[in-house]
């Protein structure tokens, strides 16, 4: 099985939004104007999806940051924009929220991520997720994203832990083998620092319970850099981080891609190449080491 798995995508619009005195609200829309709208070009977003309707896989898992602030017209946009994805792989195309779909509370409240992607597993309501990718595999989804006034943190929670593990429970006695996906990274290269304001609270907890129930992948995004990695306490457990699908960046590493990786019936990972877009938007393709 081959599976396509991409992140960040951040498409964005310059308006006010809902809530235009939530303090986020107001910081992102100027970070947005002065910043951010440099470094994640809509043309190169649009193009990275293109060439990801190229590819040959049989999954492809999205991890999270399909917007920039949760307005309702950047959702419109990546739901216009994922449209094809959706008519070539229909429900092998998984999608889950990161903390940019859930930017402001009210944002959260209006349900726009719902409603644009009602074929995403929050469509049903639910913080934990899973699908049958095969007889022997499955995908496990969960939601640890929640609006913060000021900061950019996910919160694992006693409760979505909970929820977590019984979704383990259940993708035990009917499968092998089981991918699990989340946006906020629970482990980091030594080179790539942990923020507090930007990290997983809780993610101690989210290693205790892979540790546990031993995933074979943890995929996610968040920081906007590609890498893979094993940490000592879930050896079992390759996390792989697919970097940004829309930033543009000098460093191939962090400049707009995706990684592609084959998973055989043991359910061992091989064949993990990372993909990143030349300037004249040909995908460019690095086989690595897995770690």
Same mark, same amino acid.
């Given at each position: 099985?081959?599976?396509l798995h991409?992140?960040d995508?951040?498409?964005?619009?310059?308006?006010a939004g809902?809530d235009p005195y939530?303090?986020?609200r107001?910081?992102?829309?100027l970070?947005?104007?002065?910043?951010?709208?440099k470094?994640?070009?809509?043309?190169l977003a649009d193009k990275?999806v293109?060439?990801? @309707?190229?590819? %040959?896989?049989?999954?492809? /898992?999205f991890?999270?940051?399909l917007?920039t602030?949760? #307005?309702?017209s950047?959702f *419109?946009k990546a739901a216009?924009e994922?449209?094809?994805?959706y008519e070539k792989?229909g429900?092998q195309?998984?999608?889950?929220?990161g903390?940019?779909d859930?930017?402001?509370?009210?944002s959260?409240?209006?349900?726009?991520?719902e409603?644009h992607f009602?074929?995403?597993?929050?469509?049903l309501?639910n913080?934990?997720f899973?699908?049958?990718?095969?007889d022997?595999?499955?995908?496990?989804?969960f939601d640890?994203?929640?609006?913060y006034?000021?900061r950019?943190?996910g919160? @694992?929670t006693p %409760?979505?832990k909970e929820e /977590?593990d019984a979704e383990?429970?259940?993708?035990?006695? #009917?499968?092998?083998?089981? *991918?699990l996906?989340?946006?906020?990274?629970?482990s980091?290269?030594s080179?790539?620092?942990?923020k507090?304001h930007?990290k997983?609270l809780?993610e101690?907890s989210?290693a205790?319970?892979i540790s546990?129930h031993?995933?074979?992948?943890?995929?996610?995004?968040h920081?906007?850099v590609r890498?893979?990695l094993?940490?000592p306490?879930?050896?079992d457990?390759?996390?792989i981080?697919?970097?940004?699908?829309g930033?543009?960046s000098?460093?191939?590493?962090?400049?707009?891609?995706?990684?592609?990786?084959?998973?055989n019936?043991?359910g061992?990972?091989?064949?993990l190449?990372?993909?990143? #877009?030349?300037?004249d938007?040909e995908?460019?393709?690095?086989?690595?080491?897995i770690?």
């Amino acid at each position: 099985m081959r599976i396509l798995h991409f992140s960040d995508i951040h498409f964005w619009r310059i308006k006010a939004g809902p809530d235009p005195y939530y303090p986020k609200r107001f910081l992102g829309l100027l970070n947005l104007i002065f910043s951010r709208r440099k470094h994640f070009p809509q043309s190169l977003a649009d193009k990275v999806v293109e060439a990801i @309707f190229q590819e %040959e896989a049989d999954v492809v /898992l999205f991890s999270g940051d399909l917007t920039t602030s949760s #307005l309702e017209s950047e959702f *419109i946009k990546a739901a216009t924009e994922f449209a094809p994805l959706y008519e070539k792989w229909g429900d092998q195309l998984i999608v889950i929220p990161g903390n940019h779909d859930r930017y402001t509370p009210k944002s959260v409240a209006s349900k726009f991520y719902e409603e644009h992607f009602p074929r995403a597993f929050s469509g049903l309501g639910n913080r934990v997720f899973s699908k049958g990718l095969s007889d022997d595999i499955c995908v496990i989804g969960f939601d640890a994203s929640r609006p913060y006034m000021l900061r950019s943190n996910g919160d @694992f929670t006693p %409760e979505l832990k909970e929820e /977590l593990d019984a979704e383990f429970d259940r993708g035990n006695e #009917l499968y092998k083998h089981i *991918i699990l996906m989340g946006h906020f990274p629970y482990s980091y290269p030594s080179e790539v620092p942990s923020k507090f304001h930007h990290k997983l609270l809780g993610e101690e907890s989210l290693a205790e319970l892979i540790s546990r129930h031993k995933p074979i992948a943890y995929l996610h995004g968040h920081k906007h850099v590609r890498w893979n990695l094993r940490d000592p306490i879930t050896p079992d457990t390759l996390c792989i981080n697919a970097g940004p699908a829309g930033m543009s960046s000098a460093d191939p590493q962090k400049h707009a891609g995706w990684v592609l990786f084959d998973v055989n019936e043991d359910g061992d990972i091989h064949q993990l190449t990372e993909v990143y #877009l030349s300037e004249d938007g040909e995908p460019v393709r690095k086989a690595v080491d897995i770690k």
